[in-house]
């Protein structure tokens, strides 16, 4: 398997982080991140479709276990996310934050329709760990509620997932031809979706033939609503989890599930696997020639008369000077690009987001209010504001994960932009010691690697959407007796109020956030430039200081700085070893 190679390549990966973690002037935070970034990588993979297509099923047969609750009546209504863990372990986080373990026999109560009819529990997601070889190596599997169905929320959460996704498996039935439903859905999820497998579902239903045939036919209609070329892969989500079980290995390949997997895991390895284990090899290749630059210098300084050594120190002071000149300016960059990243993007987004979510839900309003006249003024009172909270609720959660999503990456990008930068500014000042004390130094490149401490780390999850603020204020709003009309309009004053109470909040959360990423940034940023310069000045010194304490003290440091660059060697020939192989 693909993924195979990339957990070895991982493995060899951070033994050679362990080792160099070891090597004295190496800072270990660098060695922490790279080896997080490799250990935390995770794979999205989104399962989506419409309503009854086998989206559960499916996950239950890429896990080979039967995990998740399926049925024949449209069942899933909450998203799950499947994720590795070395015990089986089950967590349901609630809309207001709540947080709840339960037992397997129970997730049919909180993920599907009949036991958590309209979500009525109030359940935002949930997260299952489970000791499967398949997610070892950060592969997330989430399922989705189908969309499509009489269920009209279960569409909204499918989206929220679409955004953090590596791959959208979208599922596909031969029983049932392509629908209009899942074209208008497909449309959306092109948006949002970065590569899209699509899957023919219940292959077992029919012969080979007519497979065929099924499959002919779905992609004619795809290809004509995308105007692009797609592939379908054939599929029994239900052969494939029997195989697994049984360990029949005919029915496996009768389920046409090993081949799929190889072809995504091959897409996953590629897409992402590899980028990252190359980033990750440059960027230790990167830090090792820099400590190979500290050890040369303080070998010269050990065998360079003091006077000499005096004079280039005086320069190379002059030297840090200027860098001080370019930390400010980057600063003052740095500060435009996040105004940039606040004006243009957040706020155009949110106005347009206010504005569309203010007239579909007052445009509800209208259509339901034909719904409502039997009602008591009381009750109508108390529907159509239940309609506001949730709908709202609803809305934002949704949009939120969305932009913060959009936010990240721009914010990202633009931070990826000076750690250029400033690795410019780093290589610069390398090679000016390298050359003042003249002694070799190879600058290597690699791609800046994205730090979780400074990066939009903050998933707005385990910050609910607060409605509750203004939820009991539309009684305030209503005169005592009034007519159903002017209810409505009231319901329409009320409804704006809360919009704009939530635009305004989750605005200032975003900004706020967007700040504290810049704070972070910079200083993890400044921290970069510091160290090196007082790597070098470091480097000289110790030789200078081994040096007044006689001859013998400094043959013995030579012998251990040839021994630490034997160390140094042997890392970086396995580094380059790994690179190859990538
Ligand atoms: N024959 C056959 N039945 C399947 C297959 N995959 C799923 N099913 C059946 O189809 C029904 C729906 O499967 P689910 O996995 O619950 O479908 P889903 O897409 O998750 O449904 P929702 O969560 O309601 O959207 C169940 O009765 C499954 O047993 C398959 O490959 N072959
Ligand atoms: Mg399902």
């Not at 269920?151 to 599922?171: G, W």
């Not at 609503?225 to 592939?231: G, H, L, N, P």
């Not at 700040?515 to 910079?522: E, I």
């Amino acid at each position: 398997m693909v993924l195979d190679k990339y957990s070895h390549l991982k493995d060899e990966l951070i033994k050679c982080i362990d080792s160099i973690s070891t090597i004295e002037s190496i800072p270990s935070g660098i060695c922490d991140e790279l080896r997080e970034k490799i250990e935390n990588n995770v794979f999205n993979l989104v399962v989506l479709g419409q309503f009854k297509r086998g989206k559960t099923s499916l996950i239950n047969a890429l896990l080979g276990a039967e995990i998740l609750p399926t049925a024949i009546v449209p069942l899933t209504s909450i998203a799950t996310i499947l994720k590795y863990g070395g015990t089986f372990n089950i967590k349901v986080y609630f809309n207001d934050g709540r947080v709840i373990e339960i037992e397997p026999a129970s997730l049919i109560q909180y993920v599907t329709e009949k036991g958590n009819p309209k979500n009525e529990k109030d359940v935002q997601e949930v997260v299952i760990t489970y000791p499967s070889p398949y997610l070892k190596d950060g592969v997330r599997l989430i399922d989705t509620p189908g969309v499509g169905s009489v269920y009209e929320h279960n569409t909204d959460i499918a989206y929220q997932y679409l955004p953090k996704s590596d791959a959208a498996l979208f599922l596909l039935s031969v029983d049932q031809p392509v629908s209009k439903a899942e074209l208008d859905f497909l449309k959306d999820v092109k948006e949002y979706s970065h590569r899209i497998f699509f899957l023919q579902n219940k292959a077992d239903y029919v012969g080979p033939e007519d497979l065929n045939e099924s499959i002919a036919f779905s992609m004619k209609i795809i290809e004509e609503c995308t105007a692009s070329e797609v592939k379908i892969f054939p599929l029994s989500a239900k052969l494939a989890l029997e195989g697994k079980l049984s360990g029949m290995k005919d029915l496996l390949e009768k389920s046409f599930l090993p081949e799929f997997e190889n072809i995504l895991n091959t897409f996953l390895m590629q897409e992402k696997g590899d980028v990252l284990l190359l980033s990750v090899t440059n960027n230790l290749l990167r830090l090792l020639s820099q400590a190979r630059l500290g050890l040369e210098l303080e070998m010269k300084s050990l065998v360079t008369p003091l006077e000499e050594l005096k004079e280039k120190i005086k320069i190379f002071e002059n030297k840090k000077k200027e860098v001080q000149i370019e930390k400010d300016d980057f600063s003052l960059l740095l500060d435009g690009e996040i105004k940039k990243i606040t004006n243009n993007v957040l706020e155009e987004d949110s106005k347009i987001f206010r504005q569309e979510l203010f007239h579909k839900v007052s445009e509800g309003f209208e259509r339901s209010y034909g719904e409502c006249s039997g009602m008591s003024m009381k009750e109508l009172r108390d529907y159509l504001e239940e309609q506001v909270i949730t709908e709202v609720r609803q809305a934002f959660t949704n949009w939120r994960s969305i932009e913060d999503e959009k936010l990240a990456k721009t914010f990202e990008a633009a931070c990826k932009r000076f750690i250029t930068r400033i690795d410019d500014t780093v290589d610069s000042l390398l090679k000016f010691s390298a050359e003042l004390f003249a002694v070799p130094f190879d600058i290597v490149k690699a791609e800046a690697i994205w730090s979780t401490k400074s990066s939009f780390y903050y998933r707005f999850k385990e910050q609910p959407v607060g409605i509750e603020i203004v939820a009991s204020s539309m009684t305030l709003l209503l005169p005592k007796f009034i007519g159903k009309k002017i209810m409505l309009k009231k319901t329409k004053e009320y409804l704006q109020r809360v919009v704009d109470l939530h635009y305004a909040k989750a605005g200032c959360e975003f900004e706020e956030r967007l700040d504290r990423s810049k704070l972070t940034f910079r200083w993890e940023m400044f921290q970069r430039i510091e160290a090196t310069m007082e790597g070098i000045s470091k480097a000289i010194e110790k030789g200078m200081n081994q040096k007044s304490k006689g001859e013998q003290a400094v043959e013995e440091q030579k012998a251990v700085l040839i021994e630490t660059e034997k160390k140094m060697n042997e890392v970086k020939n396995k580094l380059i070893q790994i690179r190859q192989s990538v």
